[in-house]
């Protein structure tokens, strides 16, 4: 068995289809649209098998998460990349366009070379080599 996809809510459909396209190559599939529901979705397909849904519909409640703290539930996902030196790259690519990074490049005590940033919604995004 494998993850098929991973789902997270969005009040910015297109800001964070845009993230994903800009930063970390992720293609995305024709928008997806349910009239009755005014539901709305992509996906994005990164270099592998995992997907990323990204969803938008009037009247989903805020998260009450603080992106700085942990909680029950989804924590991150990670993106992995070619190399340590991309980690880095793409670390300061990302913070010098205005997103914040809330861990900073460094190998891991189970061997991972990472960073993590949030995205612009606020989730935990691993860049991982």
């Known amino acids: 068995m494998k993850i098929d996809h991973i789902a997270v809510w969005t009040y910015d459909l297109e800001g964070l289809r845009n993230f994903y396209m800009h930063y970390f190559d992720a293609s995305s599939t024709e928008i997806y649209y349910n009239h009755s529901k005014e ?60 997103f914040k990074v809330v861990g900073e490049p460094r190998t891991t005590g189970d061997g991972y070379y990472e960073s993590v940033i949030l995205d612009p919604d606020g989730n935990r995004v691993e860049i991982v080599a």
């Open 39 to 98: 539901f709305r979705s992509y996906f994005l397909v990164f270099d592998g098998d995992c997907r990323l849904e990204i969803m938008e519909m009037p009247n989903i409640g805020k998260s009450k998460n603080d992106p700085m703290k942990h909680y029950t539930g989804l924590a991150h996902f990670a993106i992995k990349v070619d190399s340590k030196t991309e980690v880095d790259r793409l670390t300061e690519t990302i913070r010098n366009d205005g």
